[in-house]
Nanobody
Framework: QVQLVESGGGLVQAGGSLRLSCAASGRTFTNYPMGWFRQAPGREREFVAAHSSIGGRTYYADSVSGRFTISRDNSKTTVYLQMNSLKSEDTAVYYC????????????????????WGQGTQVTVSS
């Protein structure tokens, strides 16, 4: 059974930092993209960041570019999201996602490009 388990969420003041982790088990995602999405109350789930794995390319939403960094440790099938200079508008439930196969670049930033999802971890930024 495939599982993605996020950790690292919490309450932080604006300007602070958090590091989210997502540990995958049940199968390997070494060669497939993994990403982070988020959903704020009353809003649709939105793309945050993605890591292609092959080639190590990273992709970011404009709203987080320059503040967030996605990385992954393939030996541990873990993906991370380092979040710096947090703003109140970053408050959301953050979800880890993993693709079950190869994807074209266009799908890295779309929820339908991913087959597996974590349960989410709450990030709250107080102003």
């Amino acid at each position: 059974q495939v599982q993605l388990v996020e950790s690292g969420g919490g309450l932080v003041q604006a300007g602070g930092s958090l590091r989210l982790s997502c540990a995958a088990s049940g199968r390997t995602f070494t060669n497939y993209p993994m990403g982070w999405f988020r959903q704020a109350p009353g809003r649709e789930r939105e793309f945050v960041a993605a890591h292609s794995s092959i080639g190590g390319r990273t992709y970011y939403a404009d709203s987080v570019s320059g503040r967030f960094t996605i990385s992954r440790d393939n030996s541990k099938t873990t993906v991370y999201l380092q979040m710096n200079s947090l703003k109140s508008e970053d408050t959301a439930v953050y979800y880890c996602a993993a693709a079950g196969g190869y994807r074209t670049t266009a799908y890295f930033t779309k929820a339908q490009g991913y087959n597996y999802w974590g349960q989410g971890t709450q990030v709250t930024v107080s102003s």
